[in-house]
């Protein structure tokens, strides 16, 4: 029987010149010279006997077949990345991506739990803001905020609603003042800028932008140092709390309508990552129903 398999190094420059949308990116990932990348496409477009590309002046498109086989070609590498990595064995660590600030302040603390349960399995944690792509990146799960209501991805599974509060450091108040949200600017964070104005619609407050650093975790610790009030998952600041290194300005915290999830492989799931997964999901259902406002006394997972 005739073969018509065209040459992997061809098929592959392909999907990473459509993944990257761009010669100049693609030959840079690939370690190869750009007209290295063009001849390989055209290459391809010759035995295929179809375009896949649309060639500009000063950039690339991918035509309608060139989308599709694009596309085909992504699910096939991804099946094939999964295989090559089931065949590293059950003992390769589980590579987990997540918010700076939910891995810092969330996982990694009940990480020793996990150990504790499952010597044999060891976690690496990777941080990022940006869309995970699983197979292409070599990640086993991921942690992305969404809707409640809309998954992020098929088969992505629930984790804890993410719930929002004010805390400022007790400095930061006169002595005998009351404790109010809006007495200090405002501090918050890029990855969710819009938290404050959620919170002033829902209370009647007027508008006013805060301060917006990198990442959760340095808006607390500017809070701590008593820069103003920081808005932020009560679970991330308990133990400040607990310490007396920062006070609750005794609002209920507030559900934003989002909700962490964890994103999972398409396909098979590896022993070691369902139970990891499996625990994850029992330790923030545990959070949920355990959670105490230090303030009121209430579940902030139910507002």
Same mark, same amino acid.
């Given at each position: 029987?005739?073969r ?5 190094? %061809?098929?592959w ?8 949308g ?6 840079a ?10 001849? *390989?496409?055209?290459?391809? =477009?010759g035995?295929? &006997?179809?375009?896949?590309v ?5 950039a ?6 060139? *989308?599709?086989y694009?596309? =085909? ?6 099946q094939?990345e ?6 590293g064995g059950?003992?390769?660590?589980l *590579?987990?991506?997540? $918010?700076?600030t939910?891995?810092?302040?969330w996982?990694?603390?009940r ?8 010597p044999?399995?060891?976690?690496e ?6 869309t995970?792509?699983l /197979? ?6 991921a ?11 098929p ?12 805390f /400022?450091a007790?400095?930061s108040?006169p002595s005998?003042a ?9 501090l918050?964070s ?6 404050w104005?959620?919170?002033q619609?829902h209370?009647?407050?007027?508008a006013? %932008?805060?301060?917006?650093?990198e990442s ?9 140092e008593?820069l ?5 998952s ?5 133990? =400040?709390v607990?310490a007396?290194?920062?006070i609750?300005?005794?609002e209920?915290?507030?559900?934003t309508?989002?909700? $962490? ?5 398409r396909?098979?799931v *590896? ?5 990891? &997964?499996?625990?994850?999901m !029992?330790?923030a259902?545990? !959070?949920? !129903? ?14």
């Amino acid at each position: 029987m005739r073969r018509v398999l065209p040459p992997l190094d %061809s098929l592959w420059t392909f999907h990473m010149v459509a993944q990257l949308g761009s010669l100049t990116a693609a030959a840079a990932a690939l370690g190869v010279t750009q007209p290295a990348v063009s001849k *390989r496409l055209k290459d391809l =477009e010759g035995r295929l &006997a179809c375009a896949l590309v649309q060639r500009g002046v000063n950039a690339i498109s991918l035509t309608p077949l060139g *989308r599709r086989y694009a596309g =085909e070609l992504r699910a096939i590498f991804a099946q094939l990345e999964e295989a090559t990595r089931n065949l590293g064995g059950e003992a390769a660590p589980l *590579r987990i991506r997540a $918010y700076t600030t939910w891995a810092l302040r969330w996982l990694i603390p009940r990480l020793p739990r996990f150990r504790a349960s499952h010597p044999d399995i060891d976690v690496e944690v990777t941080t990022s803001t940006a869309t995970v792509d699983l /197979a292409r990146e070599g990640v086993d799960a991921a942690i992305r905020t969404a809707p409640a209501a809309r998954r992020p991805a098929p088969g992505a599974r629930p984790l804890q609603p993410v719930m929002v509060a004010p805390f /400022a450091a007790p400095s930061s108040l006169p002595s005998g003042a009351a404790r109010r949200a809006t007495d200090d600017p405002l501090l918050g964070s890029k990855v969710r800028s819009g938290d404050w104005r959620l919170w002033q619609d829902h209370h009647g407050l007027p508008a006013v %932008s805060p301060l917006l650093f990198e990442s959760t975790t340095l808006a607390i610790q500017a809070a701590m140092e008593a820069l103003g009030t920081v808005i932020c998952s009560p679970a991330f600041v308990r133990d =400040e709390v607990r310490a007396g290194r920062l006070i609750s300005l005794g609002e209920a915290p507030l559900p934003t309508g989002d909700r $962490y999830w964890l994103i999972l492989p398409r396909g098979r799931v *590896r022993p070691a990552l369902q139970i990891f &997964a499996n625990w994850l999901m !029992e330790e923030a259902a545990a !959070e949920e !129903e355990t959670s105490i406002d230090p303030v009121r006394g209430k579940n902030p997972c139910q507002g």
